[in-house]
C-alpha cells in the first residue's frame, strides 16, 4: 500500500495488517468452535445425530470472511491506484456472491418452530421441555456467529472499496449489498438456490429470480431482512467509532 506521497508503504505495515486479519479469524474460529461444543453436547445428551446442517452452514458463513481476507491482502500487495480499483471489482462480487449464507442461518430457526427433531425427548431425564430450550440456544449461538462473521466481513469489504473506489461508491456498493443480501436469503430459504448455483446453473437461478420478483411476500421478507442486516451492520459501526475505553 502506497502512502500519501506516493511511496509505498514498508512491508512491516503490510506484515502487520496480515497478522492482524490472521488473529481475527483466530479468534472468530474458536468462537465458532465454542458452537460446535455445544453441538457436541446436543448429539451426547440425546444420542441423536440432528441439526447436523448448522456445522455446514457455519462454514459456509466463513466464506465471505476468507474472500474478503484475502481481498485485503491483495489489494494491500497492489497498492492505490487503477490496478487496485480494478481488482477490487471481482472481489466485491464474489463476496456479495457468498455473503446470504452467512445470515441465512437464522432462517434454519424454522426446523426448531416446526419441532422437526422435536417429537419425543430421547431419554426419560431429559423431559422435552428442557431440550426445546437447549436447542433455543444452540440455534441462536450458530446464527449469532455465522450472522457476526458476515458483517465483520462487510465491514472489512467496505473499509476496501473506500480505499480502492472512495467513500460515495462503497456507501452505494454497501447499500445495494444489504437490498441483494435479503434477496438472496429468501432464494436460498424458498427456492433451495446456493451461492455456487449463480455460476453452475445461471438459467435456473435467473428464472426462480423473475418467479419471486413476482411474489409480494418474497419482497417483503427481503426487505425486512435487509433491514435486519442494515439495523445489526450500522449497530457494530457505531461500536467500532467508540472511543477507546478509560482504563
Known amino acids: 500500500m502506497e502512502g500519501r506521497g506516493g511511496e509505498r508503504a514498508p512491508g512491516g505495515a503490510k506484515e502487520k495488517r496480515a497478522n492482524e486479519l490472521l488473529s481475527l479469524a483466530a479468534l472468530l474460529g474458536l468462537a465458532s468452535l465454542g458452537c460446535g461444543v455445544l453441538y457436541g453436547l446436543r448429539v451426547l445428551v440425546s444420542g441423536r445425530i440432528y441439526y447436523l446442517y448448522l456445522i455446514l452452514n457455519l462454514v459456509l458463513a466463513a466464506v465471505p470472511f476468507c474472500i474478503a481476507a484475502a481481498a485485503a491482502l491483495l489489494l494491500d500487495r497492489l497498492g492505490p491506484g487503477r490496478r487496485q480499483a480494478l481488482a477490487a471489482l471481482p472481489a466485491a462480487l464474489l463476496w456479495l456472491l457468498f455473503y446470504p449464507n452467512a445470515p441465512y442461518i437464522f432462517t434454519d430457526f424454522i426446523h426448531l418452530v416446526n419441532k422437526i427433531y422435536l417429537r419425543s425427548p430421547p431419554a426419560d431425564w431429559l423431559g422435552l421441555n428442557a431440550l426445546v430450550w437447549y436447542d433455543i440456544l444452540m440455534n441462536a449461538a450458530f446464527a449469532f456467529m455465522g450472522h457476526f462473521i458476515g458483517l465483520v466481513s462487510m465491514w472489512l469489504m467496505e473499509r476496501l472499496m473506500r480505499r480502492a473506489w472512495g467513500r460515495v461508491p462503497s456507501r452505494a456498493f454497501l447499500l445495494l449489498a ?56 450500522g449497530a457494530l459501526s457505531a461500536f467500532k467509532r467508540l472511543p477507546e475505553p478509560l482504563g
Open 178 to 233: 444489504i437490498l441483494l443480501s435479503g434477496f438472496g436469503i429468501y432464494l436460498g430459504r424458498f427456492s433451495r438456490l446456493n451461492s455456487w448455483d449463480a455460476l453452475l446453473s445461471p438459467l435456473r437461478v435467473a428464472g426462480e429470480t423473475l418467479e419471486a420478483l413476482k411474489d409480494p411476500k418474497a419482497l417483503l421478507f427481503s426487505l425486512v431482512f435487509a433491514l435486519f442486516i442494515a439495523l445489526s451492520y
